[in-house]
């Protein structure tokens, strides 16, 4: 007679469907932390601030990350510069951020401290306020809302070649203007600041209007390319120069590619730009992630009327 088999029960094999789910959480995991490294390698966030968010969440992307792939994603860090920091530091390459030991985490954030310190705010205020950043981060978007809310704020009018895009008026968007005219009125010395933006059209802000409204006592908000801030900065050392950032690179692309204004080949050379961009922010006084359009047109807005320091 043959003998009955029992089937076996409590089986350690997860259910198809549990595995599926694993798999799936796994993927938007690995996906997080390449976004997380494409954001330090443009510069959208610090190596720091990445830290901050690897101690402050255990089970964030951000503390899942291995300390290889963390360095190898700052700029200017190669494989072999990467294994001699491990190596000083005493950190194993199987070590991820979060399970860091605390003596790990003070010499990590000591080196990074040391060669790649984050950019301070500048003490003081200027009514001259500089808004610029990278290509689609929405500087204009949040110039606009702070104009619309604070009308006691000066919104300077630039001067452009480029045609008008769908919706923009003369004289309210932009003066838009043909080169001949603006030869002239460089030449005529009535741009504060001029400059050749994506190798393609001229932008210049008109002084007159900055000059009568610093006046009459009103601030004046300049939304500007990073070349035209750095004229105002020469022109005028007191100025306060407000860096826009997107909330990631990633986001960055999404807008960039989502207002459709621009082809394909544009659209990489707006981006390469952008990258050029990003690195320069350590020029800037202050810095503002654009993330809400109406949050970074109030924290700009508190930096105006912040009061001085001697």
Same mark, same amino acid.
């Given at each position: 007679?043959?003998?009955?088999?029992?089937?076996?029960?409590?089986?350690?094999?997860?259910?198809?469907?549990?595995?599926?789910?694993?798999?799936?959480?796994?993927?938007?995991?690995?996906?997080?932390?390449?976004?997380?490294?494409?954001?330090?390698?443009?510069?959208?966030?610090?190596?720091?601030?990445?830290?901050?968010?690897?101690?402050?969440?255990?089970?964030?992307?951000?503390?899942?990350?291995?300390?290889?792939?963390?360095?190898?994603?700052?700029?200017?860090?190669?494989?072999?510069?990467?294994?001699?920091?491990?190596?000083?530091?005493?950190?194993?390459?199987?070590?991820?951020?979060? !399970?860091?030991?605390?003596?790990?985490?003070? =010499? +990590? *954030?000591?080196?990074?401290?040391? /060669?790649?310190?984050? &950019?301070? #705010?500048?003490?003081?205020?200027?009514?001259?306020?500089?808004?610029?950043?990278?290509?689609?981060?929405?500087?204009?978007?949040?110039?606009?809302?702070?104009?619309?809310?604070?009308?006691?704020?000066?919104?300077?009018?630039?001067?452009?070649?480029?045609?008008?895009?769908?919706?923009?008026?003369?004289?309210?968007?932009?003066?838009?203007?043909?080169?001949?005219?603006?030869?002239?009125?460089?030449?005529?010395?009535?741009?504060?600041?001029?400059?050749?933006?994506?190798?393609?059209?001229?932008?210049?802000?008109?002084?007159?209007?900055?000059?009568?409204?610093?006046?009459? !006592?009103?601030?004046?908000?300049?939304?500007? =390319? +990073? *070349?035209?801030?750095?004229?105002? /900065?020469?022109?005028? &050392?007191? #100025?306060?120069?407000?860096?826009?950032?997107?909330?990631?690179?990633?986001?960055?692309?999404?807008?960039?590619?989502?207002?459709?204004?621009?082809?394909?080949?544009?659209?990489?050379?707006?981006?390469?730009?952008?990258?050029?961009?990003?690195?320069?922010?350590?020029?800037?006084?202050?810095?503002?992630?654009?993330?809400?359009?109406?949050?970074?047109?109030?924290?700009?807005?508190?930096?105006?009327?912040?009061?001085?320091?001697?």
């Amino acid at each position: 007679m043959a003998e009955t088999v029992e089937p076996k029960t409590g089986s350690s094999r997860p259910p198809e469907v549990d595995r599926a789910a694993a798999s799936r959480k796994a993927v938007a995991a690995r996906r997080e932390r390449a976004a997380l490294k494409r954001d330090v390698a443009t510069r959208v966030i610090s190596p720091q601030e990445m830290l901050r968010r690897a101690w402050r969440d255990a089970d964030s992307a951000a503390a899942a990350m291995r300390v290889p792939d963390f360095l190898t994603c700052i700029p200017a860090i190669g494989e072999g510069k990467r294994d001699r920091i491990l190596a000083d530091l005493r950190i194993s390459p199987v070590k991820r951020l979060g !399970g860091l030991g605390a003596r790990q985490r003070v =010499d +990590l *954030q000591t080196f990074l401290d040391d /060669r790649f310190p984050e &950019p301070a #705010a500048r003490p003081g205020r200027s009514r001259l306020v500089v808004l610029a950043g990278p290509t689609a981060v929405g500087k204009g978007t949040v110039a606009a809302h702070i104009q619309q809310h604070h009308p006691e704020m000066l919104l300077s009018v630039s001067a452009t070649t480029r045609p008008p895009r769908p919706g923009e008026e003369h004289g309210v968007h932009y003066f838009f203007v043909d080169d001949a005219e603006f030869d002239r009125m460089i030449a005529a010395g009535e741009l504060l600041e001029h400059a050749t933006v994506h190798n393609r059209f001229r932008y210049g802000t008109p002084r007159e209007p900055i000059a009568r409204a610093l006046e009459e !006592g009103r601030s004046v908000l300049l939304e500007i =390319d +990073l *070349q035209g801030a750095r004229q105002v /900065r020469a022109a005028d &050392p007191s #100025a306060m120069l407000v860096f826009l950032l997107p909330p990631s690179w990633d986001e960055l692309v999404t807008r960039l590619i989502g207002r459709g204004t621009e082809g394909p080949e544009e659209r990489a050379r707006r981006l390469r730009t952008a990258k050029r961009e990003l690195a320069a922010q350590s020029e800037f006084d202050h810095r503002v992630v654009n993330a809400d359009v109406a949050t970074a047109a109030r924290e700009v807005v508190a930096l105006v009327q912040a009061p001085s320091t001697p």
